[in-house]
């Protein structure tokens, strides 16, 4: 349930667990080097972003706020505008080698990288940027996009030793923490027997709370599996990006803040945990909901195909976002001593879950309706619909 940026690291590796359950798949720290890369006009804000070690690359797709070129014209090189770019660096020696590969055409509504890959690719740019020096990067202009600066610096002082780990539960035990300048990895493990299907952490700086992350799908983190949390703090570049004024860190905390069970039970700070259990609870009553709508599409014999997308479309928009406060009022009972404020933030969540669920179906119909207008092989609206009713079913909360 993490929104995460579209941030490329291509670098891998295997660990092991023990020789006895099996190996298990997490990304490496990623080490960050002495410099900094600043893009500005690629999209609505200034990127910031650490140059990694040995080579490694980075990088950042630019999908939204692209700034078209008015006067733009198709070629036969170049049929289609670019609907997506996407900027690739690494360090080459004391500079960085910056390449932009352009997807032409445009991209379907709520759609991610391994959709663009199916659009026409384009390598518009391969350009070398040394320390203190901006570049311009005119060659989108080939592909209907306006320029955009590339600015290499060297970063800030940055390290006042490794955050301190401040683990609220017991099913956790922290393995390692890493420093990927602006960001670090915390790899944990769930020595618990029993299966975790939702966490959330969060960072603070100067004993002020930050922003942080979570994620939620059924075992997340099954009973001695590993788990990684990516905890970024704004370096000085973003700060001053921000505008925010904010002093430079003496201290900064990573807190694991709480996990719920896939049985419902919890550990760490019950307001946290009543807050993801808000959001799960209220996403399996919607889902509840849609399921039913979903298959009563998937058994249609309609040929109107598109007709019955739009029914399901309506049907799917009506439904209640209004929270059912019984069942916000029996969650609330395994949650207990929670104060009036707390207990309010918990029915902002679940009223959030209800929309959730709902606008995120809806995204998905956008995204299909537009994939069935533009491929040349139309996907069948039946098929879809019994494949989001598998996905579905698999999201069951405990707390019914």
């Known amino acids: 349930m993490i929104t995460r940026l579209n941030v490329l690291i291509l670098v891998g590796l295997l660990l092991m667990f023990g020789g006895v359950a099996g190996a298990q798949r997490l990304p490496p720290a990623r080490q960050a080097s002495d410099f900094n890369l600043e893009i500005t006009n690629l999209m609505s804000t200034r990127y910031v972003a650490s140059v990694l070690t040995d080579g490694h690359q980075a990088g950042v797709y630019g999908n939204w706020n692209l700034r078209h070129l008015a006067d733009w014209k198709p070629s036969a090189e170049v049929p289609s505008a670019a609907g997506v770019l996407k900027v690739t660096f690494w360090l080459e020696q004391d500079s960085v080698r910056v390449e932009v590969l352009a997807y032409l055409g445009e991209i379907a509504p709520n759609s991610r990288p391994p959709d663009w890959q199916k659009l026409p690719q384009l390598m518009i740019a391969s350009r070398l940027v040394h320390v203190d020096e901006t570049i311009s990067i005119d060659e989108t202009q080939r592909v209907g996009i306006q320029p955009f600066q590339v600015k290499l610096v060297r ?72 788990f990684q949390m990516h905890q970024h703090f704004s370096n000085s570049q973003e700060k001053r990006a921000d505008e925010s004024g ?52 998937s058994a249609s014999g309609d040929p109107d195909q598109a007709a019955s997308l739009v029914r399901l479309k309506n049907d799917i928009g009506a439904l209640s976002e209004e929270v059912d406060t019984a069942q916000v009022a029996k969650l609330l009972t395994r949650f207990p001593n929670l104060s009036t404020e707390q207990q309010r933030i918990v029915n902002v969540r679940f009223k959030a879950g209800l929309g959730f669920a709902k606008h995120n179906l809806l995204s998905e119909i956008q995204r299909l309706e537009y994939e069935r207008a533009h491929a040349a092989l139309v996907k069948d609206v039946r098929t879809w619909a019994e494949q989001m009713i598998a996905k579905y079913q698999k999201l069951q909360s405990p707390y019914q």
């Open 155 to 226: 970063a800030a002082p940055w390290s006042i030793g490794p955050p301190e780990v401040i683990n609220k539960t017991q099913a956790l035990n922290v393995e390692s923490t890493t420093e990927e300048r602006p960001a670090y990895t915390v790899t944990v493990r769930n020595v618990s027997t029993k299966n975790i299907s939702a966490i959330m952490w969060y960072g603070t700086e100067n004993d002020r709370k930050g922003g942080g992350g979570g994620e939620q799908s059924a075992q997340l983190i099954r009973a001695g599996k590993l």
């Open 246 to 297: 904010a002093e430079l860190p003496r201290k900064r905390q990573i807190v694991i803040a709480a996990v719920l069970f896939e049985d419902g039970s919890f550990e760490g700070e019950p307001d946290t945990a009543a807050t993801m259990a808000a959001g799960w609870s209220a996403e399996a009553r919607q889902l509840s909901r849609i399921i039913p709508l979903l298959q009563s599409a």
